[in-house]
């Protein structure tokens, strides 16, 4: 079955900075792949996704991008606040449901 | 509803006792997922239904879990005879169609065995 590694484990960076997380996956059956933020207590929320027909995706400070061949996709966060501050799952799916990556959690330094 | 809505929030139950969580999902969507996660990990798929068929339980850990959706719509996972390993937070996410779409999830039901 599919299986999806996430880095780092945890990352923290100065306010204004940018982020970048990074996802690998195993199976090429994959062609979807959202984004995940989690805070503390809180429901995973998605903030992005790609599918695998496209290269880049953005959404102001949020940008994702894949690459097929080498089955890997990352999360860029730029100039970020204080506020992205949480943990960040990314995902694969093969079929419907989706299999998560251990998560990376940031923290955004003011 | 606005969105995906889980009862109750916390439920603590001794060893051995049964456990039922509810899912309420956004209000027309089609498909309806059960993950556990458990504490620093990413969410794990349990079950998922289409509507009030259930497609795929393959990620249940045992026969004492249970999940049903009988109308379509709301959606229980009962656990039976709990013991401490089945501590987590149980989480439900719904879609709006069959297929790859972006899902929803809701804030998770913390089940903590003593």
């Known amino acids: 079955g599919e299986n999806v590694e996430q880095h780092p484990s945890t990352l923290s960076v100065q306010e204004g900075d940018s982020a970048v997380i990074k996802c690998t996956y195993s199976d090429s059956a994959s062609n979807y792949f959202p984004w995940y933020k989690q805070e503390l207590g809180k429901r995973p929320q998605l903030i992005i996704d790609?599918?695998?027909?496209?290269g880049e995706k953005k959404d102001q400070r949020i940008a994702v991008t894949l690459n097929k061949t080498a089955k890997h996709f990352s999360l860029h966060i730029t100039e970020t606040q204080p506020e992205d501050s949480a943990v960040y799952f990314c995902a694969a799916s093969p079929d419907t449901p989706l299999v998560f990556g251990k998560g990376t959690r940031l923290s955004v330094i003011a | 509803g606005a969105g995906v809505s889980q009862s109750p929030r916390y439920k603590v139950a001794k060893r051995g006792q049964d456990v039922a969580l509810r899912c309420d999902p956004i209000s027309g969507h089609v498909s309806l997922f059960w993950y556990q996660q458990a504490l620093g990990q990413g969410p794990e798929f349990l079950t998922y239904f289409q509507n009030e068929a259930q497609l795929d339980k393959s990620g249940l850990p045992s026969d004492r879990f249970f999940a049903e959706r009988p109308e379509g719509s709301v959606s229980t996972l009962k656990i039976q005879r709990t013991q401490q390993e089945d501590s987590a937070v149980y989480l439900c996410?719904?879609?709006?169609?069959?297929?790859?779409?972006?899902?929803?999830f809701g804030d998770g039901t913390r089940l903590s065995i003593l």
């Open positions: 996410a719904s879609s709006l169609a069959e297929g790859n779409q972006p899902q929803h």
């Open positions: 790609i599918r695998s027909n496209v």
